[in-house]
DNA sequence: CGCGAGCTTGACGTTGTTCAACTAGAGTGG
DNA sequence: CCACTCTAGTTGAACAACGTCAAGCTCGCG
């Protein structure tokens, strides 16, 4: 279940880009109505093929981002962490999100109407070029994700994922947030298989792994198995 | 070799979206400077990780958009016919390309300077809905390619390409501007794969094909085929 | 205590890549 | 005009990489 409530922006204690880039009175009237939303593990927060009539804003928590593809089987394309944007992306598109997003720890969020962020953007130069210049590195990142899926071995994409997360969590040692399926889906992988590297790079000393918390040991190591190998 | 002139658009012959969307004076200083450039097959219009300077509008011609990854294998994203942006992606990304483009007849294209284009966008609502909806498209058309890159069989993928280039040139009998080594960056297979794949099409008398002349007979199976199978 | 979710490992079969050899046609220079 | 060379296309066979299936293990929870 979730709960929402009507949020007032001047007492949220995550004022987030929308808010900091709009004016006192935003003119072609209609107010901003941020909506705060909660969701727990497991909960849709957004859905493939669903409209998109919101940009949603993650304030608490992570989520994956993913694509549902044959007989449902997911790639996920990356994790989310505040403060970033959820409905970024569907934000310039078709009326329809073309990937879905799940909550992986209880998580808050923040949505605002499109109509309302649209007009606002065609009113403030700054906004509108965070906006553009965030989009902008999603698209190049997914670019990388195509090239890592299509031409290194599973080792190797093993690596990058356990390297990606590393990055996200800013430090060597980290809790996963997912599970090994999901860690495959990451790397668009079997699960087995997932495990199966996991396990390898264990036992070449290269990662230490106990349950859900990853250490990695040998970082120059895993790059270079990363890089091909 | 190339050959570089100035145009004036008003007598230009492909009066393009930036045109018309331009006002008689844009605000800010500075003129629009038009760069009408020629390129031959194979000649790179441009470059992965080269900076962007220009919006690149394709007026003539076809062209391959691509991405380099690893060993200098590619990957073939999509085909570019008249009129459609090629510095699209990039306008609103980082300042270097994630992609090259790559000519394959010879072509034409427009350049403008992005700063022109840049101050157009904030002057000009509809052009800015227009590039970002375009935008929105070629997002969501990646989407489905990781999808299908990585769920489906070579049959399939090559039964997609096929699909997508009776799309393209809105005919089920076309001249492949590919070579076979192309069509299978396109599915993402190597050149081998691809022709044999071809090869059983034919005699399963799903498509015809003589030489770069395809023509596809079972439209309905090849659909099915592109679909899993 | 039993059950289900997440995790782990081995065995096996399928899929797709790579290597190698060969053909056809187009272009080039003696 | 013919030998040459280069590119594009084609086919077969060997091999490696992954996915799938099956079985079992652990832990938390009702």
Known sequence: MRFKKDASCSSCPFPCDIYKNSPSVVSGSGAMHPLHVSYRRHQTICKQDSSVTHVIYLLKGSAKLYIEGINHRHILLYILTPERYIGLLSFFETPRYSYSVTAL??????????????????????????????????VASIMRKIITLNQKNIRGRVADSLLYLSRLHRSDSYHLLLTRKELGE???ISEENCVRILSEFRKEGIIKVDKRQVTILEKDLLRKISEFG
Not at 119 to 136: C, D, I, K, S, T
């Open 105 to 138: 720890e209880d998580s808050t969020v923040c949505m605002v109407e499109l109509d309302y962020v649209k007009r606002l953007y065609v009113q403030n130069h700054a906004f509108l070029m965070q906006l553009n210049q965030a989009f902008g590195r999603s």
């Open 186 to 188: 990451l790397s668009a």
